[in-house]
């Protein structure tokens, strides 16, 4: 849990720095949204593989 915490804080912080004046708030939230969408992808395809790996595992 902490590090989808770390990581979504990490994504807000770099999208409030490269965010345009004014555009702060939006930015951080939508640093935030990129980051923890990318480790939730991470995560569905490390599944992925596990699953795949078990299949074949079981037809071997």
Do not use: D, H, R
């Amino acid at each position: 849990m902490e590090f989808v915490l770390g990581i979504a804080i990490m994504g807000a912080l770099f999208g409030f720095l490269f965010s345009k004046k004014g555009q702060e708030k939006e930015g951080a939230i939508q640093g935030a949204k990129t980051s923890c969408g990318c480790v939730f992808t991470f995560f569905i395809i490390l599944i992925g593989f596990f699953i795949l790996m078990l299949i074949l595992a079981s037809g071997a």
